[in-house]
T-cell receptor
Framework: DTEVTQTPKHLVMGMTNKKSLKCEQHMGHRAMYWYKQKAKKPPELMFVYSYEKLSINESVPSRFSPECPNSSLLNLHLHALQPEDSALYLC?????????????FGQGTRLTVV | GQSLEQPSEVTAVEGAIVQINCTYQTSGFYGLSWYQQHDGGAPTFLSYNALDGLEETGRFSSFLSRSDSYGYLLLQELQMKDSASYFCAVRDIASNYQLIWGAGTKLIIKP
């Protein structure tokens, strides 16, 4: 199984809503990531978890809150988002968070904030 | 600072060969990766070069010259399904080994 599964695939939320994005992998990877991608741009790193601990937070606003309940699951809790937060949110995993390890990406959640 | 440059768009003909170049500027280079992303899809890993030379995987090859801070992705026997965006990305010690991405090259293939 070389899949990273993300749910939901699409999400529309209002600026006062609270929602969560979910990500799951069963490859035994110890590093998991959240990326944000705008149209025609490269992925932009948001958070890195290594061995279930947050190791990197790329100065992401607190309205985005990551959580890693166990080694296979990664959540991204959303609250009070802005329309400019509309984007494709990608989860990825790799063997380790450093070194020459291939990153496997999920299909993403396309988020629209209205 | 860290930066990568790759062409924004490349056009080629089905069955032909195309090369996508990537030059980079980093303070602590660790390796060069290439990812493919179809419209509406997820990035998919294609190749990784840590040492100088050519790595071949089927129709795709990737080359690295660390002394020139340069690499390229070579796609042979182009197929329509190869139409996608291609990103080069480097791992840099200064970015805690996290991927630093180029802006992407949109490859358009014509019949």
């Amino acid at each position: 199984d070389t899949e990273v599964t993300q749910t939901p695939k699409h999400l529309v939320m209002g600026m006062t809503n609270k929602k969560s994005l979910k990500c799951e992998q069963h490859m035994g990877h110890r590093a998991m990531y959240w990326y944000k991608q705008k149209a025609k741009k490269p992925p932009e790193l948001m958070f890195v978890y290594s061995y279930e601990k947050l190791s990197i937070n790329e100065s992401v606003p607190s309205r985005f809150s990551p959580e890693c309940p166990n080694s296979s699951l990664l959540n991204l809790h959303l609250h009070a988002l802005q329309p400019e937060d509309s984007a494709l949110y990608l989860c990825a995993s790799s063997q380790e968070s450093t070194g020459d390890t291939e990153a496997f990406f999920g299909q993403g959640t396309r988020l629209t904030v209205v | 600072g860290q930066s990568l440059e790759q062409p924004s768009e490349v056009t080629a003909v089905e069955g032909a060969i195309v090369q996508i170049n990537c030059t980079y500027q980093t303070s602590g280079f660790y390796g060069l990766s290439w990812y493919q992303q179809h419209d509406g899809g997820a990035p998919t890993f294609l190749s990784y070069n840590a040492l100088d030379g050519l790595e071949e995987t089927g129709r795709f090859s990737s080359f690295l010259s660390r002394s020139d801070s340069y690499g390229y992705l070579l796609l042979q026997e182009l197929q329509m399904k190869d139409s996608a965006s291609y990103f080069c990305a480097v791992r840099d010690i200064a970015s805690n080994y996290q991927l630093i991405w180029g802006a992407g090259t949109k490859l358009i293939i014509k019949p």
